[in-house]
Structures are given as C-alpha cells and as structure tokens.
C-alpha cells in the first residue's frame, strides 16, 4: 500500500495552528474524501462465440483530498486492470487489451493519485476465441470494485492533575479527518469532578481507539476497508503503558514497525523473525542467528494481543474494531509542574474497496 499523504498532513497542520478545533470531549471531523464511479459501459452485452466485448469505466475524486486508486496488480508482471475488474470470467473470456489514463497522465500505469477533480478513465477489451460453446450458451457475470489508498488522522488532548483543586485546562481539543473509515479516540478511567478528558494523577487512565468502516445507513460508501495496524503516539511527556509480547512477538514487530523508539527487531525471537524476514529489512539469516533472549515488555499501542499475526485488519460494511491502552504520565514531576496537557495522536493508512457491482455478458451458440 502506498502511503503518499502529504496533503492531508497538510491540512491537519492548518486546523491544529489555526483552532479551528472542536472541543471537550466530542471528536470533530475534517476533511472530505469521495470517490464517484461516473460510468461503467459494457458493449455489447449479448455477443456471439468467438466475439468481443468493451468495457469503458469512469472515475472521479469528487471530495476535497487526494486519493490513490489501484488499478492493477503489483505483483503481476503484466497490467490487465485486474485490482478493478476482479472477475473477468477467465474460463470465458481473456483480456486481450487495457489501457488507462488519468487528467494528468497519459500512461497506462498500476496505480495513479487522483488530485480532487481529478478523472481516471479505463478500457478493456475482452476476446471470447473458444469455439465450444453449448447449446444454451454462457452467462459471464462481470465484477468490478475499486481499490483506493486513504489515510485518516485523529488527536486527542487530555489534561492530568495533580488534585481535583488545580485550574483545568480552557480548552481541550479532538479531531478527526474524514473518510470512508472513521478513526475515533476517547479517554476512559477518569476519577476527576469534570470527567474525561481531565484526570486526576492516581487514575488508571485509558485510550479507546476505535476503527469503523461507516455503517451504509449512515455513509454513501460501500465497500470493505483493508489495513494494517494503525500508528499511535503519546505526546507531551505520557507515554504507552508497557505491555507483554511474548507470545504475539509477529504481531508486535508490525505494530513496533509504526512506533517512534521501538526497533521491530528489537521485539522478534528467531522463530517469529524467520516468519517476517522477507517484509522487514534488515532481518535476514544472520540477525535471526544472533537473536538471544528478548525482553518481553514493550510499550506498544495497540496491544500485539489484539491484533492478527500478520497485522492486517479486514472491516466489513458497518463493523469495526477497538483497541484499548493505557497511559503512563510517570515520568512527569507534579511538583514542578502541577498539571500536564499531552495528546495522543492516531493515524491508519488503509485501502477502501469500493463494490461497485457486476454487469452481465451472454455468449451465445454461434451455430453451423
């Protein structure tokens, strides 16, 4: 997946320094990102053996933030559009030809940015060479979905206190950016008289980070969203509380891949470093013979338990997953200073496969 987001890291910059931010303990959104399938033209729909069929697809991005569509395969050495027309009924039909163009590109290419306005235009050509069609022909039911990199950014602030008698803090903002995916984060644990997100210094406090692809009730989108773990940081002297990877040292090494400070080495034994050696760099045979004893607390969010072995999440129409952490503000003096402000921050890059449907091709018996 490619995580080329500058944009968005852009404007979320400008909300944060202009405070155009929503406060207490609500998370606000900003942002837009939509991606509209203008036209799907299958010509024609009725053929007879030995024929051919054209397929002419439009895309635009009608939000406000660049997106990557995928078009075709990155491990398949020719480009035959298949991230996008996922059946093409190969035991009916071959793809003879594809080609693809976008408003600023011209080039037939495996994945193309669509800036906002931005067009992709997709054409396919699909050759029915077999002779041997039966009496009651063949029905080749065609699929097409779409494949678009995203990213979604959220903070959180939040304010600890000595005693419930120190001033609290004016403001404390929370935001999001929009998306097919919603990134939400809410504090728990909070034994303070005004309630999250302010805490008292003797709380267990508590990150809620939940990840949701939108209900079709309430979004336009449909689809399946696709993503790995998503990265969290502690800001402003609070940390991560540690937590134990021993026996999910794979899954730690994908969360530890997106951690400021943690090496995902660092977390691997030779038997789960043998398991990820060809997606991590730097760990090959000769690291794995070295590795000794590894400690096994870390300070990793999310928890490595929460998470699959190969770190890849998969979010169906309206579901969503929570991962909880808790926070540590130790190394913070109260004496110095009786209250702390300090953020989290999430962000989860991830592909959003939008359905867009099937069209219907009849191959009929050609006849002597």
Same mark, same amino acid.
């Given at each position: 997946?490619?995580?080329?987001?500058?944009?968005?890291?852009?404007?979320?910059?400008?909300?944060?320094?202009?405070?155009?931010?929503?406060?207490?303990?609500?998370?606000?959104?900003?942002?837009?990102?939509?991606?509209?399938?203008?036209?799907?033209?299958?010509?024609?729909?009725?053929?007879?053996?030995?024929?051919?069929?054209?397929?002419?697809?439009?895309?635009?991005?009608?939000?406000?933030?660049?997106?990557?569509?995928?078009?075709?395969?990155?491990?398949?050495?020719?480009?035959?559009?298949?991230?996008?027309?996922?059946?093409?009924?190969?035991?009916?039909?071959?793809?003879?030809?594809?080609?693809?163009?976008?408003?600023? @590109? &011209?080039? !037939?290419?495996?994945?193309?940015?669509?800036? /906002?306005?931005?067009? +992709? $235009?997709? *054409?396919? =050509?699909?050759?029915?060479?077999?002779?041997?069609?039966?009496?009651?022909?063949?029905?080749?039911?065609?699929?097409?979905?779409?494949?678009?990199?995203?990213?979604?950014?959220?903070?959180?602030?939040?304010?600890?206190?000595?005693?419930?008698?120190?001033?609290?803090?004016?403001?404390?903002?929370?935001?999001?950016?929009?998306?097919?995916?919603?990134?939400?984060?809410?504090?728990?644990?909070?034994?303070?008289?005004?309630?999250?997100?302010?805490?008292?210094?003797?709380?267990?406090?508590?990150?809620?980070?939940?990840?949701?692809?939108?209900?079709?009730?309430? @979004? &336009?989108? !449909?689809?399946?969203?696709?993503?790995?773990? /998503?990265?969290?940081? +502690? $800001?402003? *002297?609070? =940390?991560?509380?540690?937590?134990?990877?021993?026996?999910?040292?794979?899954?730690?090494?994908?969360?530890?891949?997106?951690?400021?400070?943690?090496?995902?080495?660092?977390?691997?034994?030779?038997?789960?470093?043998?398991?990820?050696?060809?997606?991590?760099?730097?760990?090959?045979?000769?690291?794995?013979?070295?590795?000794?004893?590894?400690?096994?607390?870390?300070?990793?969010?999310?928890?490595?338990?929460?998470?699959?072995?190969?770190?890849?999440?998969?979010?169906?129409?309206?579901?969503?997953?929570?991962?909880?952490?808790?926070?540590?503000?130790?190394?913070? @003096?109260?004496?110095?200073?009786?209250?702390?402000?300090?953020?989290?921050?999430?962000? +989860?890059?991830?592909?959003?496969?939008?359905?867009?449907?099937?069209?219907?091709?009849?191959?009929?018996?050609?006849?002597?």
């Amino acid at each position: 997946m490619s995580y080329r987001r500058s944009v968005i890291m852009v404007l979320f910059a400008a909300f944060v320094s202009t405070g155009c931010t929503g406060g207490g303990s609500s998370t606000d959104s900003f942002g837009n990102q939509a991606i509209n399938v203008e036209s799907i033209q299958v010509t024609p729909q009725e053929i007879s053996a030995g024929s051919n069929v054209r397929i002419r697809m439009s895309l635009s991005n009608v939000g406000e933030i660049p997106a990557e569509v995928q078009v075709g395969n990155e491990d398949a050495e020719e480009n035959k559009g298949s991230r996008i027309l996922s059946n093409a009924c190969p035991d009916i039909f071959e793809v003879t030809e594809f080609s693809a163009s976008t408003t600023n @590109s &011209s080039e !037939t290419k495996k994945s193309y940015d669509l800036a /906002p306005e931005y067009k +992709a $235009r997709l *054409n396919w =050509k699909l050759s029915q060479n077999s002779a041997d069609v039966p009496l009651n022909g063949y029905t080749c039911k065609l699929s097409f979905k779409v494949p678009f990199d995203y990213s979604v950014e959220a903070f959180r602030q939040i304010q600890i206190k000595e005693n419930p008698d120190v001033p609290g803090a004016e403001n404390l903002f929370a935001k999001s950016s929009k998306g097919p995916m919603k990134l939400t984060l809410e504090s728990i644990g909070s034994s303070s008289p005004s309630g999250t997100p302010v805490f008292l210094d003797d709380d267990s406090a508590e990150i809620l980070v939940q990840l949701e692809n939108k209900n079709p009730s309430k @979004s &336009s989108y !449909t689809g399946t969203v696709e993503l790995g773990p /998503p990265r969290l940081e +502690a $800001r402003g *002297n609070l =940390k991560f509380d540690e937590v134990n990877v021993s026996g999910n040292r794979q899954s730690a090494a994908y969360i530890a891949k997106y951690t400021d400070g943690v090496d995902a080495s660092s977390v691997l034994d030779s038997a789960s470093a043998e398991q990820v050696a060809e997606e991590f760099s730097g760990i090959n045979q000769q690291t794995i013979d070295k590795i000794g004893k590894k400690s096994d607390m870390f300070r990793l969010c999310p928890d490595p338990e929460s998470m699959p072995d190969d770190g890849s999440l998969l979010l169906y129409q309206g579901k969503s997953k929570i991962f909880r952490c808790g926070l540590d503000w130790s190394d913070h @003096s109260f004496d110095i200073a009786p209250s702390l402000k300090a953020e989290i921050y999430a962000k +989860a890059n991830y592909t959003y496969v939008k359905n867009v449907g099937r069209r219907t091709v009849n191959v009929r018996y050609r006849g002597n």
